[in-house]
């Protein structure tokens, strides 16, 4: 039996996984984003940066902190040098995941894993929320935000997954290639929906310690 509603917020760069994110944390929800913990795992002085340091060469750095540039451009160029840096980070941001839902207390916690659909699952995420949108307007946000190329920004989708495959696995959709203002009116409404969800698994858990 699901215990406890944890919710998987993904979709493609440029998509707005930050922007609904910030949205629900807006109405007190507890989030775990993955991207701001793989930030922490990499900062100036960190062993994890030390041992990216020591696999992808001291070049990686600028006094210090991690050039992520310049990491980009290894990972993206090279499938095998992207495994090597998943293989490092992803056990490390797994654990630091399951240490925050240890101390959650809300009615529900999203996790925002961009690489959820490619990845190996993380099993205790039990609805895939993906935020969408069409591959022009993602491609137009990433080049204004990152200062990209379209080239560039086609590199990084070719190793994300499909629109297509990402919508095959979502159990809710945020569509997002409108206004803030439309997108936080779906948040309300998931809000609202997700309070629903988590009030019954509550009472099928209660029903179920009556009955024993």
């Known amino acids: 039996m699901i215990e406890k509603l944890i919710v998987g ?12 994110s910030e949205a629900f944390e807006g109405l007190g929800v507890r989030v775990i984003d993955t991207d701001k913990i793989s930030h922490l795992l990499t900062r100036i002085n960190s062993d994890c940066l030390k041992i990216i340091a020591d696999t992808f060469g001291s ?4 006094k210090g902190q991690l050039n992520r540039v310049k990491l980009r451009e290894i990972i993206f160029a090279d499938d095998a040098a992207r495994k090597k840096l998943e293989s490092i980070l992803h056990p490390r941001i797994r654990q630091k995941v399951e240490e925050a839902l240890s101390d959650t ?3 529900y916690t999203i996790v925002v894993v961009p690489l959820l659909v490619e990845k190996e699952p993380y099993e205790f995420i039990n609805r895939v929320l993906v ?3 069409d ?22 989708l070719r190793t994300q997954a499909t629109r297509k495959n990402r919508l095959a696995v979502a159990n809710d959709i945020i569509q997002n290639c409108g206004s803030i203002s439309a997108l936080l009116e779906q948040v309300h409404l998931l809000h609202e929906k997700y309070i629903r969800i988590s ?3 509550n009472d099928a858990k209660n029903r179920g310690n009556t009955s024993k």
């Open 105 to 107: 207390n809300g009615p």
């Open 59 to 62: 070049n990686i750095l600028e």
């Open 199 to 201: 009030s019954e698994l």
């Open 9 to 20: 917020l993904t979709g493609g760069i440029g998509s707005g996984k930050s922007a609904a």
């Open 131 to 133: 935020v969408d949108c």
């Open 135 to 156: 591959e022009k307007t993602q491609i137009n946000r990433v080049k204004k935000r990152n200062n990209l190329s379209e080239s560039e920004v086609r590199d990084i």
